[in-house]
């Protein structure tokens, strides 16, 4: 078995606010992340996938084809959006969060992975040099 991983990088602008909580405490959690008018990020999503590499390519999978279902599933959606308006699950109240952006992502890749393809292992999203969030898909298994 070999893992096999691809960066995407991708801009995004958000604000973290929760609607059920003051803005007092908004303020306090998220700090300047909390700033009414947003702010924005440069983005680099990890996509790992773990399989065998086939005898005959010599390969694990297409970079092609994952780098096409990458684009369709999440780049096309999330790259140059206002993810608190432009992405359904956070225009209705869920927090933009990087943790909640990685499963949005997560269940939109595991939704549209091709029978046949590697299993979808990891997936990483940067939001900063400090800032990395990590899904690991084997806590899916089953699901």
């Known amino acids: 078995m070999i893992r096999v991983t691809r960066r995407y990088p991708f801009a995004a602008s958000h604000r973290l606010h929760a609607p059920s909580l003051t803005d007092e405490d908004n303020s306090r959690i998220f700090g300047k992340c909390n700033n009414p008018f947003?702010?924005?990020?440069?983005?680099?999503l990890?996509?790992?996938?773990?399989?065998?590499?086939?005898?005959?390519?010599?390969v694990a999978?297409?970079?092609?084809?994952?780098?096409?279902?990458?684009?369709?599933?999440?780049?096309d959606a999330y790259d140059h959006r206002n993810l608190n308006e432009e992405i359904p699950a956070f225009r209705d109240g869920l927090v933009p969060t990087?943790?909640?952006?990685?499963?949005?992502?997560?269940?939109?890749?595991?939704?549209a992975w091709p029978e046949g393809f590697p299993k979808l292992e990891k997936i990483r999203i940067a939001e900063t040099d400090?800032?990395?969030?990590?899904?690991?898909?084997?806590?899916h298994e089953g699901q």
């Open 38 to 44: 947003g702010h924005g990020h440069n983005y680099v």
């Open 46 to 58: 990890e996509v790992s996938v773990r399989g065998p590499v086939d005898r005959q390519t010599g």
């Open 61 to 75: 999978i297409p970079l092609g084809e994952l780098d096409g279902l990458v684009k369709t599933v999440v780049l």
């Open 98 to 111: 990087t943790e909640n952006v990685a499963v949005e992502i997560s269940q939109r890749l595991r939704g």
């Open 130 to 139: 400090r800032n990395i969030f990590e899904m690991d898909e084997r806590d």
